[in-house]
């Protein structure tokens, strides 16, 4: 955690509100995202008890498991969840636009807008993920078939997931992660995954201070959690009676009737005070104004959605259960560039993130007190428009000298630092020398050189294209990593688990398993 | 009894002392260094009562489904005498599937302490046939009906169903159940865990997956005494347990290796401590109560008296962490341990805010802290300031 954010958090302890930590939205939002709240059943793989999904919020649409531990009721929810999310993918398939690759020598098309999906908490979209792998394998024929839609769904659950783990991606966004990412609470991490009292502490009720409204909103009673995991108090007094009358209803119509409506009563209950607070979530979120490289962003989604609606248009296989070792390489590889791109566009974007830089010494605001715009280096073959400017700044610089840093402000020009002289008063002064973005004469276009006087931020954060890497085919993979897949020896090492390895989710198991059986039971 | 347990006795009130379990013992190495949680556990206070009492109920409760789901998939891998346990246990260890095996139902009977020794007396006659002492006829007799047999080299594995085993837990003897013990696949003991969480393509939720580790360490750890106390080499028992859950999204066991080394030395540490709590009651003072019939009042001005180390991660694992949650607010530590040391470990909200404003004379041992505060405060102002 950064010092900001936890001064942050300090502020909202004594003011009793979460205060800011973004000055400018960093996601972007749909005009018409799919709102989703899953339950799932207690003890079971992943089993959905209920849903509320809907792209308004008049318009929540409730989706029950009657008896969740019956295989054919689940698929059938999955079938029913279809209904609802493929039509909404489909509608993203209008429009399309050309965007030139390879240097205008070839053209692709990518559709104009994409799908949003929003869950309470990274737990949903835990959830989506293992919801999406176990049906996206389905079959639709043989000894157990399950609805034409359900594989489908599996795949697009699958996609949304994925792309949940690429940093700077809203095509799937848990609520509790977009609103911490905007404010800080006086609560703790662990705390901050609970949506109701997240925004208990964001925006408390009239007379309440945030601590308040967050501790009212810690009983299941009065809030129930955002799932996907339910009260146990509720599973235990209401739903397990309540099932229990469904499967004692048996073929008894009426009975039945009215166990299903019982059920159906109850789960809207639990589910209802979480969808609107996903709507109020989303409501706080759009009040903030866009950063300026959220839209190229989402342009990204755009692209990464127009790629998969292809790959499915052109019967491409479900994504695997597990990559093999040269695209979990180039996974790794995407995610980290991701990652550091989304960290840069972040601190540029908005000036309350670049003040996390300045506190760390990365980056420094400092005044223009001299400026040579026409400084002209001759030294070398040809003569090169090099203009110097000096900056003094009250900030700790910790940038050596030749490092190239750029300006937010200016993120096409480079600047080398070429003399660092600490002064007076503890300030420092930062002679840099610029180039690009000036024009392609000796003299600079005006505008293109700070002027005296003017305050610029200047940072050792760079947006800078860095070309991808380059990764051996499949059947090239070295022996370093198994060598081709196939022929693997290695495989056969007896895999021991350590559980305290940090990560995503433990690793229990190294060994190569196979496909799954189209028959695998989902109970 | 010795005043240590006069003194616990006193504590606790008037009720017996609640009995640890390999849960509840796995869930005091989550915070090692809380005096208060440790004085409370050392003594068996009923915390959930305590809590209660004191106007902080803990929400901990198990779903009807989750105990449903977890009984019946332990009935699923344990029948047909743990011919398909044996099987997984075997190909996962890496040795051959014995032919045979013997099974002994070790979970009946209600006296606990007969229960222990009849555990025991079997656990340290199935010692590895590749030890001169496992050749006990008189206990192999015990197991499966071959009492005329002379105990070969080759002997057949054995497995126990739910063995009860004891372990010294603040001087009480605590008794501790776990799912299975195979004896003698692999030349040793494995700790068997049957839990009916998920492992999907190889993984599990690793909250899950760390609990159960600490929990099979605790069963790993009492085993071993078991054996050291019969004068055999604790080492018999592996620190690799098998751990059988569901495989995907189906009913199908699979079993895994858990390596619990490091847990084990954890739980070995917290228990060496619980064992010397008379040090840690010399600092707790002597009208120190947690009795639940006391009224409210009193309780919570005794338990202020005793310190607690509150942080954000008891909500899971401690009974009164809701109250000391509210002790602690206005605390840094209590937005977590890495805010704390984000703010320079300042203690106190109140503190890092006057620092930050600059308006406080410094400690010279702050002097740091204190110059990052303010140069955050700065910058947070100019940020705030700049988009206004």
Redesign the interface.
């Known amino acids: 955690m950064s010092t900001l954010r936890a001064l942050a958090a300090a502020q909202a302890v004594a003011a009793g509100v979460a205060q800011p930590v973004a000055t400018v939205r960093h996601l972007h939002l749909s005009t018409r995202p799919l709102v989703l709240v899953p339950l799932a059943m207690a003890g079971e793989a992943n089993a959905p008890l209920a849903a509320m999904v809907g792209t308004a919020p008049g318009d929540g649409r409730l989706l029950i498991v009657p008896q969740p531990r019956n295989r054919d009721q689940r698929f059938a929810f999955a079938a029913e969840l279809a209904a609802t999310v493929l039509p909404y993918v489909a509608a993203h398939r209008g429009a399309n636009e050309a965007v030139s690759v390879d240097r205008g020598r070839d053209v692709r098309y990518r559709y104009l807008d994409a799908p949003q999906v929003l869950v309470p908490n990274p737990a949903g979209v835990t959830f989506l993920r293992l919801l999406g792998r176990s049906t996206r394998f389905r079959r639709v024929d043989g000894d157990y078939p399950v609805p034409m839609e359900v594989p489908l769904l599996g795949r697009w659950l699958t996609f949304f997931a994925e792309r949940a783990e690429q940093p700077g991606s809203s095509a799937l966004l848990a609520m509790t992660q977009a609103l911490t990412l905007h404010w800080a609470t006086g609560q703790s991490a662990v705390e901050d995954l609970h949506l109701p009292a997240l925004l208990g502490w964001i925006a408390p009720p009239a007379g309440l201070t945030g601590a308040e409204a967050a501790a009212r909103a810690e009983d299941p009673a009065v809030c129930p959690p955002a799932g996907p995991a339910t009260d146990p108090g509720f599973d235990n007094r209401l739903l397990a009676p309540a099932i229990e009358a469904y499967t004692a209803a048996g073929d008894d119509e009426a009975a039945r009737v009215e166990a299903y409506a019982r059920l159906e009563r109850l789960l809207r209950d639990q589910l209802t005070p979480t969808w609107e607070l996903m709507w109020r979530g989303l409501g706080l979120l759009r009040a903030l104004p866009p950063g300026a490289r959220v839209a190229g962003r989402w342009d990204g989604d755009r692209d990464a959605f127009t790629a998969h609606a292809e790959h499915v248009d052109d019967g491409g296989a479900p994504q695997p259960r597990r990559d093999g070792a040269v695209a979990a390489a180039a996974r790794l590889h995407r995610l980290e560039r991701a990652a550091a791109t989304y960290a840069v566009q972040r601190a540029y974007d908005d000036p309350l993130v670049m003040a996390e830089y300045r506190l760390t010494g990365e980056a420094f605001v400092g005044e223009v007190v001299l400026a040579d715009p026409a400084r002209v280096d001759d030294s070398g073959r040809r003569p090169v428009l090099r203009p110097r400017i000096q900056l003094v700044t009250t900030e700790p610089v910790l940038v050596p000298v030749g490092a190239s840093l750029s300006s937010p402000a200016r993120p096409g020009q480079k600047a080398r630092v070429v003399f660092v002289t600490p002064v007076a008063d503890g300030k420092t002064e930062v002679v840099l020398e610029l180039s690009g973005g000036m024009g392609r004469g000796l003299t600079a276009t005006p505008g293109s050189v700070p002027e005296v006087g003017q305050r610029l931020c200047y940072t050792t954060l760079s947006e800078a294209y860095v070309p991808s890497g380059a990764f051996p085919a499949v059947e090239e993979t070295p022996w370093t990593h198994g060598g081709p897949p196939g022929a693997s020896p290695l495989a056969a090492v007896p895999p021991v688990v350590d559980p305290s390895s940090a990560g995503r989710a433990a690793e229990v198991s190294g060994a190569v398993e196979p496909e799954p059986d189209p028959d695998e039971e989902w109970a | 009894m010795t005043s240590s347990e006069q003194r616990l006795a006193t504590i606790r009130g008037g009720v017996p002392p609640r009995r640890h379990n390999a849960r509840t013992i796995a869930a005091l190495t989550g915070n090692p260094g809380c005096t208060r949680r440790a004085v409370l556990d050392g003594a068996g206070v009923d915390k959930p009562l305590l809590a209660e009492r004191i106007g902080f109920p803990a929400?901990f409760?198990?779903?009807?489904?989750?105990?449903?789901?977890?009984n019946a998939f332990e009935a699923q891998v344990k029948a047909d005498g743990g011919a398909e346990l044996l099987r997984l246990v075997a190909e996962?260890l890496?040795v051959p599937v014995p032919a045979v095996a013997s099974w002994t139902d070790l979970g009946d009977g209600a006296d606990a302490v007969d229960r222990e020794q009849r555990s025991a007396a079997l656990l340290a006659a199935a010692l590895p046939a590749a030890m001169p002492d496992a050749a006990a006829p008189e206990a192999a007799s015990s197991d499966g009906g071959r009492a005329d047999e002379q105990v070969r080299p080759d002997e057949p594995a054995a497995l126990f169903d739910h063995p009860l085993l004891g372990l010294d837990v603040a001087g009480r003897r605590v008794h501790l159940e776990p799912d299975l013990v195979a004896a003698r696949l692999g030349g040793r003991f494995h700790v068997v865990e049957i839990k009916?969480?998920?492992?999907?393509?190889?993984?599990?939720?690793?909250a899950k997956?760390?609990a159960?580790?600490v929990q099979s360490a605790v069963y790993v750890l009492a085993l071993r005494e078991l054996l050291a106390g019969n004068g055999h080499d604790p080492q018999l028992v592996s620190d690799?347990v098998v751990?059988v859950c569901?495989r995907?999204?189906?009913?199908?066991p699979v079993a895994?290796?858990?390596?619990?080394r490091?847990?084990l030395l954890v739980v070995r540490r917290q228990l060496d401590r619980m064992a010397r709590l008379d040090t840690l009651l010399t600092a707790v003072p002597a009208d120190f109560t947690a009795d639940p019939a006391a009224d409210a009042a009193t309780l919570v001005a005794s338990l202020s008296q005793v310190p607690a180390r509150y942080a954000?991660?008891c909500?899971?694992s401690c009974e009164l962490a809701y109250f000391c949650r509210d002790e602690a607010?206005?605390q840094?530590g209590?937005?977590?341990r890495?805010?704390?040391?984000?703010?320079?470990g300042i203690t106190s909200?109140?503190e890092?805010?006057a620092l930050?404003a600059g308006d406080r004379a410094v400690d010279p041992e702050q002097a740091e802290a204190a110059a990052?505060?303010r140069?955050?405060?700065r910058?947070?102002a100019?940020?705030?300031g700049?988009?206004a």
């Open positions: 929400g409760g198990q779903s009807r489904f989750a105990i449903t789901r977890g996962r890496g009916s969480f998920p492992v999907i393509d190889g993984q599990a939720d690793p997956l760390a159960a580790a690799e751990l569901p995907d999204f189906a009913n199908q895994h290796l858990l390596d619990v490091k847990q954000p991660d909500l899971a607010r206005g840094t209590a937005l977590g890495p805010a704390r040391e984000a703010l320079g909200v109140d890092v805010l930050a990052l505060l140069a955050a405060a910058l947070r100019d940020a705030l700049a988009s």
